[in-house]
């Protein structure tokens, strides 16, 4: 199982960015599938979450009403739709995956399955 992650980029602040992740391998659904991501010098911290049959959207406090997370069960794939960046959502952005119906979305913890990262860089 693989999980790819795409649409990194260098923006200007108040610029919009979309993220990809498509996971492949084992053709069975996600359950939840989240991003993460990891600013120079911090530990990684949560994004966004959502898990299938409608049962939510998820996302930290920094990020609400800026980014927006959207799935397709059919492809097996998670977007993060990024607007108004600023520079400090400067970091590597991570995918992640779990076949389960996770309530600790926000947990690196709760998940095994990640993707290799794509660096967002916002300049001010």
């Known amino acids: 199982v693989q999980l790819q992650a795409s649409g990194g980029g260098l923006v200007q602040a108040g610029d919009s960015l979309r993220l990809s992740c498509a996971a492949s391998g084992c053709p069975f659904s996600w359950s939840t599938m989240s991003w993460f991501r990891q600013a120079p010098g911090q530990e990684r911290e949560f994004v966004a979450a959502t898990r299938d049959r409608n049962r939510g959207m998820f996302y930290a406090d920094p990020v609400k009403g800026r980014f927006t997370i959207s799935r397709d069960n059919a492809k097996n794939t998670v977007d993060l739709q990024m607007n108004s960046l600023r520079p400090e959502d400067t970091a590597v952005y991570y995918c992640?995956?779990?076949?389960?119906?996770?309530?600790?979305?926000?947990?690196?913890?709760?998940?095994?399955?990640w993707g290799q990262g794509t660096l967002v860089t916002v300049s001010s």
């Open positions: 992640a995956a779990s076949q389960n119906h996770l309530v600790a979305y926000c947990l690196q913890s709760s998940y095994i399955h």
